[in-house]
T-cell receptor, first 114, second 113 residues
């Protein structure tokens, strides 16, 4: 079975550039989560969607970050403009609310902003 | 908000030894999950626990959901080199739409041959 699929796996970009991270959740899962992981702060929830609707975006650091989920099989996390402090690993995860709510993670998008 | 304390932060053990790590919470959870993360990869689910007192095994791994619903432990028996990685506990409390995980800070496990 295909797991959560994220792209790109690695991205290096210059400060000020727009970054778009993409995620395809596991088919049939109706909740999707975006996490950020850094050495200093560990895993932080940025935003999560339920049935394509953003439920809690209180973890989004600031207005430079935005996330969309136009349909059940695709989500994006956008950073515009990017800053060096945004360098981190961004994970997408998904779950089905009738499966015990076990969350499955993608392999992550490793972002470096120089 | 809910706080999760995971310990130890790191462990260096000899191959073949047993390992134990735990997480405690300031409030109750309905679900405890244990994940393993290897370098360059995302967290992979190891064990999920849904009931207080539940004891679940997955090969050499055993995890328990504490009776108080505020703690959980993970044991690894007869460790092998491929057990190396960071182990995260995560808890969830269902409260309306608050279906989110709270993660521990991780236990970095090193297995020496």
């Amino acid at each position: 079975d295909a797991g959560v699929i994220q792209s790109p796996r690695h991205e290096v970009t210059e400060m000020g550039q727009e970054v778009t991270l993409r995620c395809k959740p596991i088919s049939g899962h109706n909740s999707l989560f975006w996490y950020r992981q850094t050495m200093m702060r560990g895993l932080e929830l940025l935003i999560y969607f339920n049935n394509n609707v953003p439920i809690d975006d209180s973890g989004m650091p600031e207005d430079r970050f935005s996330a969309k989920m136009p349909n059940a099989s695709f989500s994006t996390l956008k950073i515009q403009p990017s800053e060096p402090r945004d360098s981190a690993v961004y994970f997408c995860a998904s779950t089905a609310t009738d499966s015990g709510n076990t969350i499955y993670f993608g392999e992550g998008s490793w972002l470096t902003v120089v | 908000g809910q706080q999760l304390n995971q310990s130890p932060q790191s462990m260096f053990i000899q191959e073949g030894e047993d390992v134990s790590m735990n997480c405690t919470s300031s409030s109750i959870f309905n679900t405890w999950l244990w994940y393993k993360q290897e370098p360059g990869e995302g967290p992979v689910l190891l064990i999920a626990l849904y009931k207080a007192g539940e004891l679940t095994s997955n090969g050499r791994l055993t995890a328990q959901f504490g009776i108080t619903r505020k703690d959980s432990f993970l044991n690894i028996s007869a460790s092998i080199p491929s057990d190396v990685g960071i182990y995260f506990c995560a808890g969830r409390y269902y409260s309306g739409s608050a279906r989110q995980l709270t993660f521990g800070s991780g236990t970095q496990l090193t297995v020496l041959p």
